[in-house]
C-alpha cells in the first residue's frame, strides 16, 4: 500500500452526519482532533481551543470555513 499522510487517511473515513448539518468536513474535525490531542489538549475545549490558535497553520491543509 502506497504511503498516505494522516490528512488523506482521514477524509477516508465515512460521514454518518446529515450534510446539512456539517460546518467541516468529517475528515478535518477528525484531524483537528488528532492534532489537539498531540498538542496536549484533553476535552474538547481544549481541542476547539488549540484549533483555534492554530488556524493559520491549519487553513494551509484545510477548508476552514
Same mark, same amino acid.
Not at 487517511?9 to 492534532?35: N, S, W, Y
Given at each position: 500500500?502506497?504511503?498516505? %499522510?494522516?490528512?488523506? &487517511? =482521514?477524509? $477516508? !473515513?465515512? @460521514?454518518? &452526519? $446529515?450534510?446539512? +448539518? *456539517? =460546518?467541516?468536513?468529517? /475528515?478535518?474535525?477528525?484531524?483537528? =482532533?488528532?492534532? /489537539?490531542?498531540? *498538542? /496536549?489538549? @484533553? @476535552?474538547?475545549?481544549?481541542?476547539? $481551543? *488549540?484549533?483555534? *490558535? +492554530?488556524? @493559520?497553520?491549519? %487553513? +494551509?491543509?484545510? +477548508? !476552514?470555513?
Amino acid at each position: 500500500m502506497p504511503f498516505q %499522510s494522516l490528512l488523506e &487517511r =482521514t477524509h $477516508q !473515513l465515512p @460521514d454518518p &452526519r $446529515q450534510p446539512a +448539518k *456539517c =460546518t467541516h468536513i468529517m /475528515g478535518e474535525v477528525v484531524f483537528m =482532533t488528532i492534532v /489537539g490531542l498531540l *498538542c /496536549g489538549a @484533553d @476535552d474538547w475545549d481544549s481541542i476547539v $481551543q *488549540c484549533a483555534e *490558535c +492554530k488556524e @493559520d497553520w491549519l %487553513s +494551509k491543509y484545510l +477548508k !476552514l470555513p
